[in-house]
Every structure is written in structure tokens, then in C-alpha cells.
């Protein structure tokens, strides 16, 4: 895929204005927060909240009784970009996490809130910074996979080099 100097330039002049280790900036930065899932759960499902998992929930649990914020995300898709200090890794898709903690079988209750998903606020950023106009809504009459591809063919116009991925994983995103 060719590539134009100021686009380059622009997409590194963005990186640059906001932390690298933000998780909405670069996942990679954050890995041993996220737990990695190997395919994308059904819309409700259960987890013993054990080891990761535990973690990732307790840190949820807190935002939420501090800041009444529920930070738990499945992200869905990313982005890597090659720049001069090595790879940038962004989510593409952020699903909010309903959640229930049931404290005798300690277990955590998780269902997707698909009506609540949304593009990484970074990458609108960077896409309207390359593009100079803004990435259009998701249509609302698609399944979360075929969003996930429609925001890929979207963002695939952008001159630059990058690569995507389905990869999902589950963190807090806040």
C-alpha cells in the first residue's frame, strides 16, 4: 500500500499528542491488564472470576463504587501502524460489559451492551486528522463482525500502512 509523506507526518504528529499509554492509544502498553479472548463470546456468558480475571474485575468494581463509571470494555479489532519508535496497536470497536458479581459461586455475569458500541474515540481522531472530514456512524442493521469489517473498509482508505486484526480482548477502557 503506498503512503504520502503528509499523511505520515499528520498520523505522526497525532500519535504524538496523546499518550502512548493510554489503551485506547496502543493496547500494547497495557497488556498484562487485558485478558485476550480466542473468539468472541455470546451476548451473555460467565466467567469464574479467578486470576486475570479477578484483577480486571476488581479494578471495574472500583471505578464503579468511586466514580459510578462502568469501565469494562470487550474490545473487538485493532489497528497496528509501523512509525519510526516501533508498532502502534489501537482497538477499533469498544463494547461496554454489563456486569453482575455473584459472590458464593464467584463468578462474574457478563453481557455485551451492543447498543451501547462504539468506535475507538482515537481512531475517529485519527481518521478525521487524515481525512480532513469525520468517519461516518456504524450502520445500526449490522451484526458486531460485520461492523467490525465495515470499520475496516472504512479506515482502510486512510494512506497509510497498517494492518488489522479480529483480535478481541477485555479490559477497562475509561
Known amino acids: 500500500m503506498s503512503y504520502s509523506p503528509t499523511n505520515i507526518s499528520d498520523f505522526i504528529h497525532a500519535l504524538s499528542d496523546m499518550p502512548k499509554?493510554?489503551?485506547?492509544?496502543?493496547?500494547?502498553?497495557?497488556?498484562?491488564?487485558?485478558?485476550?479472548?480466542?473468539?468472541?463470546?455470546?451476548?451473555?456468558?460467565?466467567?469464574?472470576?479467578?486470576?486475570?480475571w479477578k484483577s480486571v474485575w476488581q479494578l471495574a468494581n472500583k471505578f464503579r463504587l468511586e466514580s459510578d463509571v462502568n469501565s469494562l470494555c470487550l474490545v473487538f479489532g485493532t489497528v497496528s501502524s509501523k512509525l519510526q519508535n516501533g508498532t502502534v496497536?489501537?482497538?477499533?470497536?469498544?463494547?461496554?460489559?454489563?456486569?453482575?458479581?455473584?459472590?458464593?459461586?464467584?463468578?462474574?455475569?457478563?453481557?455485551?451492551?451492543?447498543?451501547?458500541?462504539?468506535?475507538?474515540?482515537?481512531?475517529?481522531?485519527?481518521?478525521?486528522?487524515?481525512?480532513?472530514?469525520?468517519?461516518?456512524?456504524?450502520?445500526?442493521?449490522?451484526?458486531?463482525?460485520?461492523?467490525?469489517d465495515w470499520v475496516i473498509r472504512e479506515f482502510q482508505n486512510v494512506s497509510l500502512e497498517t494492518g488489522f486484526s479480529h483480535e478481541i480482548y477485555i479490559g477497562n477502557f475509561h
Open 21 to 52: 499509554t493510554d489503551m485506547l492509544v496502543n493496547l500494547a502498553e497495557a497488556a498484562e491488564s487485558l485478558i485476550h479472548l480466542d473468539e468472541l463470546p455470546k451476548d451473555k456468558f460467565q466467567i469464574k472470576a479467578e486470576g486475570k
Open 89 to 148: 496497536i489501537s482497538p477499533l470497536l469498544i463494547v461496554p460489559l454489563n456486569w453482575e458479581y455473584t459472590r458464593i459461586s464467584n463468578t462474574l455475569q457478563l453481557e455485551l451492551d451492543e447498543e451501547a458500541i462504539e468506535i475507538n474515540p482515537y481512531i475517529k481522531f485519527l481518521y478525521s486528522e487524515l481525512n480532513n472530514g469525520s468517519l461516518n456512524d456504524i450502520p445500526a442493521d449490522l451484526d458486531l463482525k460485520e461492523k467490525l
